[in-house]
């Protein structure tokens, strides 16, 4: 039976996860980027929640109003000015750039923040819970997979449905056609990287109710997230969804077995997994 | 009549490469006229210069951007602590052992790894760093999470006293310097290194004259994980106390060492030497600050990668081409007057 409880609360785990992957995968998808700083950003955004709770005496879930779009902006601001000049054949501006923000983000916090580790409060909901049988399921986790289930269901539905999302296909196929049909390059992934921002901020605030965090905090997210993606098969944002659950499932049974084994035994998963299917387990892109 | 001849040296090379000599004289007889603390600060500079030469190759030359080669520098640490406190060799002897183990566990982790392309490659080292870090601090010989400093009888079976202590890991961090830059340079004006510039400029035109991919970037990963394990072993070799956290740090190992590259030039061997003075200077008189100079060193980073992507030595360089440590083939005409 414990067994069984360990693994619905990595299924519930791997929503937090596959929240992290889907801001990730999204601006893989459109423009081939890596965006490294990713990790940080989530944590800047429990850090921006945490600011709005502390000044307005809000609950988390009523500061998203402020950080999410908060994050957008940012995002549509940071790829118009910075990152939009890094896009190229080359790997490597991209990658040492966002790398830089990394090292920025997660020392401006500590200067503005101090290095302790920090909590949103969000009251009875933090501990309420729901019996099933035998199996008593926390609501919040509940809630965050229904979240990143919503999310992911949003972002497919807006990819294949909407004038926005052909713009994203578009771009993503043929960047130079998509320019001579009218589409502005530089705008389309200032709305990408606004998305994702937008996916992340809500992922940030998930994580400061769950979790304690501080300004280091922002590396595991990334690799957490980028796990998912890569499990689940590029390209695939069901898949990435998968990949988190099979992330967080894999962590929570490996705490069983010892609790410092917990992060590496989603490592591990995720190395053999690469060994065995090195394309994910649903790829859907090359 | 004119005739033609190609080769690589110019004059300012030769110069280079005789000052380069004179220092590295001055340089090996430090330890007579420099005081305790900077012989530290120098060894500690010839050090990072080793991390970033060989990260310059590994990302510069190969195009495999790592971010985890703190898995390699934790790696050689902890397995120098263990082969001279478990297995009782003396730490001199364990520093080859220590190297060739260093290339053993970079060929599972590259065959892995390559499997990730481009920017995923990057995030997939990093994951193998963490994974490095998580399995030592389940060690519990080896302290676990805490860590374990060396003994003092396997201290002081290195040298007669401090100070020859202290000149020993001198020298060692002087001369794998020297390997390093000496390696790196050898490598790249050899067929191999010819391979691999070729597969940067361009993959498609170097694959079709059969240049086998794989192969050049496998070469470049694990004899850089073998030297990089090398010079983790000799930072710990003079920290004298290793754990986890200290040993895969990911800003200690990684961070400084790309910023280093950028700031200096990345892809040129020059680079990492400008960088690395450039970087130590800067720590020298700005290293008080703690976060701020962080900030800053990743501003200036970001900085250099849009608007001088060639870095410092790009700058210098300009469109002249000069090289110090000459790679590139020149035409020159020479007058030959026999005909």
Redesign the interface.
Known sequence: MDWINATIQGTLLGGLYALFAAGLSLIFGIM???N?AHGDLIVLSAYLALTVTMAIGVHPFLALVFVVPAMAVLGYALQRT?LN??MGDD???????T??????IQ??L??GYTADPQKLKAGAIETASLSIGPITVGVLPLLVFIAAIVVIGALQWMFYKTALGRAFRATSDLQDIAQLMGLNRAHVFGLAMGLSLAVTALAGVFLGIRTSFDPAAG??R??FG??AV?IGGLGNIWGTLAGGVILGVAQTLGAKLNP?FQ??AG??V??LI??VR?RGLFPRMD | MNNHEVSRTTRLSTAAMIVLAGILIVMAAAPWWAGRADLRLFGEIFLYLSLASLWNLL?GYA?L?S?GQQAYVGFGGYVLFALTMLAGISPLAALPIVMVLGGLIAVPVAA?LF??R???F???T???A??FR??A??ITVMGGGSGTSLPASIVKSMADGRSAREALAYWLALGVAVLVLGTVYLFLRSRQGVALMALRDNELAAKSLGIDIWRSKFVVYVVTGALTTLVGALIFMQKLRISPDAAFS??DWT?FV??IV?IGG?GTVEGPIIGTLVYFALRETLADLG??Y??A???V??LI??KA?RGLWGLIRGTRGIELFPLSRRVRATTNKDT
């Not at chain 1, 790997?91 to 750039?97: A, S």
């Not at chain 1, 790398?99 to 920025?104: E, K, L, Q």
């Open positions: 081939r980027l890596v490294i910075v000049r890094t790997l490597l501006p991209p990658l040492l750039v790398f830089g923000f990394s090292v920025i020392n401006a500590q200067i590396g595991s990334l690799i980028f796990e890569i410092g992060v590496l490592h591990i995720f190395l690469l060994a090195p | 990302a195009g951007v971010v892995l499997r990730l481009g920017a995923y990057a995030i997939g990093w994951v193998m963490e994974v998580l399995s601090a389940q990911t800003n961070a790309i910023f950028v990345i976060s701020v962080l900030i060193l990743g501003a980073a970001i990668m849009l992507p």
